[in-house]
């Protein structure tokens, strides 16, 4: 799997989202943070701003759910029409099960691990799984500062991918800068969302290619 790059919304102006997308066209994904204010202290959007989102852009969109009940409420995003549906683990009853009805709604299943959770308890369920994201931040907000203290777990889930043989992606989400991405890459990542790194820039899509740049240098 080669290198990609997912700018994150949240730190977009929310009420020109359109405009804003149309600034990242070398992107390889566009990654929308979904917050209800009970899985996270913060709320953002639901399925109606996914599917505007899906039909104003040519890049699929990655829809990360910070949600409680993961497993009523994620259906709703793969009907919106996201390519990518992430839950976390912390809130699915039946991981395998709600896997399984994402791919089978003809998106790609994802799973995200916050910071304390650990990646051991989860290795068999890999299979499953189209993309396993390790947060590196508390989830909740952009701009955070990046936790080092979870590059092991990177380390740990690319050693399991690896012995699996399977092609499962590994994405980073948050903190991630050209300060840090080139650690996230060493260890083992392979697809990277920034979300303030990226709008805070004078020119967004030059960051996308220089974030890609750095994690492609390091990886190689
Ligand atoms: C945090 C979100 C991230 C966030 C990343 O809860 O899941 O996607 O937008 O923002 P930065 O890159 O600024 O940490
Ligand atoms: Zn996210």
Not at 21 to 35: E, K, Q, S, T
Not at 181 to 207: H, K, L, N, Q, W
Not at 210 to 215: D, G, I, P, S, T
Request: proline share 6%; aromatic share 4%; with cysteine.
């Amino acid at each position: 799997m080669g290198i990609q790059i997912t700018p994150s919304i949240l730190n977009a102006d929310f009420a020109r989202l359109g405009e804003e997308v149309a600034r990242i066209p070398g992107a390889d994904w566009v990654h929308v943070d979904v917050m209800d204010n009970h899985f996270v202290p913060n709320l953002t959007l639901g399925p109606t701003m996914v599917e505007a989102l899906v039909r104003s852009t040519d890049l699929p969109i990655d829809a990360h759910l910070m949600i409680e009940d993961a497993d009523r409420n994620a259906a709703a995003y793969v009907e919106a029409g996201a390519a990518s549906v992430t839950f976390h683990v912390e809130a699915a009853r039946a991981p395998v099960r709600l896997a399984r009805e994402i791919r089978a709604g003809g998106a790609r299943a994802s799973m995200a691990l916050r910071p304390a959770t650990p990646i051991e308890p989860y290795e068999e369920l890999l299979p499953e799984l189209d993309m396993l994201l390790i947060m590196t931040v508390e989830p909740g907000f952009g701009g955070q500062r990046f936790l080092d203290l979870c590059l092991p777990k990177i380390r740990a889930a690319r050693a399991m991918l690896d012995r699996h043989g399977i092609e499962t992606w590994l994405q980073v989400d948050g903190g991630v800068s050209l300060e840090t991405i080139e650690r996230c890459a060493a260890a083992g990542a392979d697809t990277f969302v920034a979300g303030s790194a990226v709008y805070s820039a004078d020119d967004p899509d030059r960051m996308v290619a220089e974030l890609r740049a750095a994690a492609e240098a390091a990886r190689a």
